[in-house]
Every structure is written in structure tokens, then in C-alpha cells.
């Protein structure tokens, strides 16, 4: 951020602009690889900050059944620090220039990297024991290598390669075809003195082989949440609607375009607070015992909100469309229609939504259905999701570009008046629907989630709680 805000305090590390006429000279090698180099800082620093953030933080709680309620409002403060981003920090930048503007997220930064070591010494911090992503491919490989073996009818921990001080015995039968990476097939060759794997790339423990079949297990699920972030995506679409759109609330107020977004990280934010802090509580206490909906349940409650947000999508747009050509603004993509912008908030609303039932209950899922060694894993694969989305909604959009635009204009044109986004909308919730149906097949194929039966609800010392129906 240091470096950023060096660009625009230091005259020579910009390119000269002149203030009357707006023309700017074209950047220089050492101006761009400065600025490049800051994002680059800057990107590689909010990796290195986002990916464990939810881990380390459930790591600080007594007990991992509290993360709930951390989740939830760990969601909130990411949706909250967001809309500073894009109304304060954007206001002081628009009105106080860009010194100003840049300054105080530095000044911020600075604070908050101060706050978290000087709190250092309070935080509960484990060590990493071995590479987990290492140990992920040792099983494969072992697996892959061991293919040939024949794995006996009856498992007994003297065939398997146990972890010293492991609760496991012997291996799940389900994906029992990385069992083999685990099975000891000569003593005297596979273990050294010691007891430990002389070549741990063609023997693994136990351990390492539940942690992949765990992770194997709940992908299918996880790549469900690919879709929402797809639909979510349309947002940038939304704002050159919007645009086209009257956008006046009274006759002196006009939300900007792109403040439209502001919408759906507030709905996040009071569903959140709604649902943890008024509907679980007055749930809990009609029923007599804490009560709150299944993280399978809160999943496709989100998938479907945002197949609905499509829909409404493509009602507002087909609306818009047809009005713009009624008055004669079929050549004219940026004139304003007669239409209120505030039909946008249909489909950023009912996005927020599925972001506040989908995300967190995705996190949820995969940290609880997880080993306890994998939760950085589990932490992000929503991120991991989300990053997927973006590249498959690029995708879609070319291949829709490119198969439309044979037929005459493309459904996607950047005139969205000869265009159809209506159809592209119905496109996208007829990808959702499918996607929701994919979900309920992953469910059944699935299973019950960790906790679900009552043995398991009773070991895990969460016997008390009950869930909406099951997981």
C-alpha cells in the first residue's frame, strides 16, 4: 500500500497529466513496473492474510462446535469492511484526491498490522507438522504404484501402516482403492528400524489416506457453489443496466450506478445478523432447545436463490429492453429509459442471499466433514470456488458471444438494446436449475454430514443441538 500511495505522492512516479485539458502523457517502464509490482505486494499480502484468517481464528475458540456463530460474523465484518472500501474510502478519494485516498488505507494497514502483533503473544498458535499437500500426493502416488496389490478381504492394523499415536486402526472401505497406499506389503522393505516408511512416495499412513478420501468426498459438493459464483458474477452487468436506467430515488437524490453493488453485501449483512441474532434464538425458543437449519439445507436454499435472482434478472431486463425500443433508443445503449433502477435490486438482493445461506454454510460443511488438519483447506474453498466461477463465467459469456452472433446480434452486444441479456439470464437459470439438481444428486451420493446421527451427535458432544430435518 506504501507503494501504491507512492504513486501518487511522487510527481515522477505517475505520468504527467495536464489538469485543463485532461491529457495524460503515456506511462513510462519504471512508472508501470512500480505500480505492477505494488499490486503484486498487494495481492501475494491479502493471500497470504485471507487464507488462514478463518482457521487461525477458529483455532482461538475452546471448542470447534462454537465456530458457527465465528463463521457468521466472520462473513459480516468481510461484507462490512467491503462496503468502507466502496463508500467511505471511494468518497474521501473522489472529494480529497488520490493522496488522501490512498493515504488512509495505509494509515489503516498500518494499525492493523500493529493491533495483530502486539496481540501476538495472546494467540493460540499451532505448528504445521508436516506438508499437507505433500502428504495428498504421496497417497496417490502410492496408491498408483501399489495398483497391482490385492487388498485383503478382512482389514487388521498389522497389514496397514499406522501413524504413531493415530486414533485410526485401519482404513474406511469406501474409496477402497486408496487403501493400497497404506498397505505394508514386505516389513523388512517398507519400514526402517525405527517403524517409520523408508519411502513414504509408496507407503503412507492411515491418516494420510482419510484426509484425501475426506477431501475427495466433499469436492463433488463444493463444485456446486461454482454455478452461484457464476450467477453472482453478473453483478458488472447489473451496473451497466442500471446506467440505462432512471436511477432517482427523489428528484434531487441519484444513486450512481456503480453503487448498486452496495445492495447485495447489505443484504448478506442483515441476513446474517437476522438469522443469528432474531430467527435461530426465536426458533430455539419455541422449540425448546437450539435449533438452527441444516448446512445442507442453507446450501440449496442459496443455489436456488440464486437461480431465482437469474429469473428476476431476465424479467427486469426483457422489461428494459422492450421500453428502450418503444421510445426509440434501440441505436442509443446509453440513453435512459423510463424504468426505475430500482428493479436491479431484485437480483442483488436475492444474490446477497445466496451468498449468506451458500458461503458460509459451504465453509461450515467442509471444516465439520474435514480433518481438523485440513481446515485452512476447508477455510477457502469458497474463495477457491469463487475464483472458478469467474473463470467459468468468462467462458460462458465467449461461447454465448460466439455462437449468438451467427444468427445476426450477439445476446451479449455491447449494445444491450439490440442485445438479448434477457435470454442470457434464462440461460444462466437454466444452468442454476441444473446445478441445483447436481446438488441433490451430491447430497444423496453423499450421505449423512459429521454429526448427523445421534451416536455421532453424542460423541461429538453436539447432542443437544437439532438441526431443521438433517444436514
Avoid at 174 to 195: H, V, W, Y
Wanted: glycine fraction near 8%.
Amino acid at each position: 500500500m506504501i507503494l501504491l500511495w507512492s504513486t501518487a505522492m511522487i510527481p515522477q512516479a505517475r505520468p504527467y497529466c495536464d489538469q485543463f485539458n485532461t491529457i495524460c502523457e503515456a506511462p513510462t517502464i519504471p512508472q508501470l513496473l512500480l505500480l505492477y509490482f505494488s499490486l503484486g505486494l498487494i495481492s501475494i499480502g491479502a493471500g497470504g492474510i485471507r487464507s488462514p484468517f478463518m482457521a487461525f481464528g477458529v483455532d482461538q475458540l475452546d471448542e470447534r462446535n462454537n465456530s458457527h456463530s465465528f463463521f457468521n460474523w466472520c462473513y459480516v465484518t468481510l461484507m462490512f469492511s467491503s462496503l468502507i472500501g466502496v463508500t467511505l474510502i471511494v468518497y474521501i478519494q473522489d472529494n480529497m484526491g488520490w493522496k488522501m485516498g490512498f493515504g488512509v488505507p495505509v494509515m489503516l494497514m498500518f494499525l492493523s498490522a500493529v493491533s495483530f502483533f502486539l496481540a501476538s503473544s495472546f494467540y493460540i498458535k499451532l505448528k504445521p507438522k508436516a506438508s499437507l499437500l505433500t502428504g495428498l500426493a504421496q497417497v496417490i502416488v502410492a496408491s498408483f504404484r501399489n495398483r497391482h496389490i490385492e487388498l485383503p478381504s478382512h482389514a487388521t492394523n498389522e497389514v496397514y501402516y499406522i501413524r504413531e499415536g493415530s486414533m485410526l486402526q485401519v482404513p474406511s472401505e469406501k474409496l477402497r482403492f486408496l487403501n493400497k497406499a497404506c498397505m505394508i506389503k514386505n516389513p523388512q522393505e517398507d519400514l526402517t528400524s525405527k517403524g517409520t516408511a523408508s519411502n513414504p512416495w509408496s507407503l503412507c499412513t492411515i491418516d494420510q489416506v482419510e484426509d484425501l478420501k475426506a477431501l475427495i468426498r466433499v469436492m463433488p459438493l463444493c463444485s456446486a457453489g461454482i454455478m452461484l459464483s457464476v450467477t453472482v458474477n453478473q453483478g458488472s452487468l447489473m451496473v451497466i443496466q442500471a446506467g440505462t436506467m432512471d436511477r432517482h430515488v427523489t428528484s434531487n437524490f441519484e444513486i450512481p450506478a456503480a453503487s448498486f453493488s452496495l445492495f447485495m453485501m447489505i443484504s448478506v449483512v442483515v441476513w446474517i445478523a437476522f438469522y443469528d441474532q432474531i430467527a435461530l434464538p426465536l426458533a430455539s425458543k419455541i422449540k425448546g432447545k437450539p435449533v438452527r437449519l441444516g448446512l445442507k439445507q442453507r446450501m440449496g436454499i442459496g443455489l436456488l436463490c440464486s437461480c431465482a435472482s437469474m429469473v428476476a434478472s431476465a424479467f427486469v431486463e426483457c422489461t428494459r429492453r422492450k421500453i428502450a425500443i418503444e421510445e426509440g433508443f434501440s441505436n442509443e445503449p446509453q440513453a435512459v429509459v423510463h424504468m426505475s433502477a430500482l428493479w436491479v435490486l431484485l437480483f442483488y438482493v436475492l444474490a446477497g442471499l445466496s451468498e449468506g445461506f451458500n458461503a458460509i454454510a459451504l465453509i461450515e460443511f467442509c471444516y465439520s466433514n474435514l480433518p481438523k488438519t485440513m481446515s485452512t483447506i476447508a477455510a477457502n474453498v469458497n474463495g477457491l470456488g469463487g475464483f472458478t466461477g469467474n473463470l467459468v463465467a468468462s467462458l460462458i459469456t465467449s461461447m454465448v458471444d460466439n455462437v449468438t452472433k451467427k444468427g445476426g446480434e450477439s445476446w451479449v452486444s455491447s449494445n444491450m438494446n439490440k442485445g438479448h441479456y434477457d435470454y442470457y439470464y434464462c440461460l444462466l437459470a437454466g444452468l442454476s436449475m441444473l446445478n441445483f439438481v447436481y446438488f441433490l444428486v451430491c447430497c444423496k451420493a453423499h450421505g449423512p454430514c459429521h454429526g448427523d446421527n445421534e451416536n455421532e451427535a453424542e460423541n461429538s458432544g453436539i447432542g443437544d443441538h437439532e438441526s431443521i430435518d438433517d444436514c
